[in-house]
């Protein structure tokens, strides 16, 4: 079974910034066969994708909201996963989580929940001054 631990979140003020990590850890794996993405479910709202990147790191996508403030990425020899978040703003509030879905011979990228078997227990983030 694969494990996703959640880090780096926290208490900011808007404008700041932060950087989120999700280690990755389980038997025999290797995290070059999944596809990984970060979520955000903010209170009384649905959980929604972030980014999301292929298991290269060779493409990566994000939602409109966070594009050219957010920056997705991996080290696959570290079995980790990065969230560089610059720009904070009060509505990027909410517990961020990361998921992995495990495939091969794509470079596949997807914010749709509904694509990720596998998510970590999340990391508050909150935005406020």
């Known amino acids: 079974q694969l494990q996703l631990v959640e880090s780096g979140g926290g208490l900011v003020q808007p404008g700041g910034s932060l950087r989120l990590s999700c280690a990755v850890s389980?038997?025999?794996?290797?995290?070059?066969?999944?596809?990984m993405g970060w979520f955000r479910q903010a209170p009384g709202k649905e959980r929604e994708g972030v980014s999301s990147i292929s298991p290269t790191g060779g493409r990566t996508n994000y939602a409109d909201s966070v594009k050219g403030r957010f920056t997705i990425s991996r080290d696959n020899a570290k079995n980790t996963l990065y969230l560089q978040m610059n720009n904070l703003k009060p509505e990027d509030t909410a517990i961020y989580y990361c998921a992995a879905q495990y495939t091969v011979g794509t470079e596949y990228t997807s914010l749709q929940r509904i694509e990720y078997g596998r998510w970590g227990q999340g990391t508050q983030v909150t935005v406020s001054s």
């Open positions: 389980g038997s025999s794996f290797t995290l070059n066969y999944y596809r």
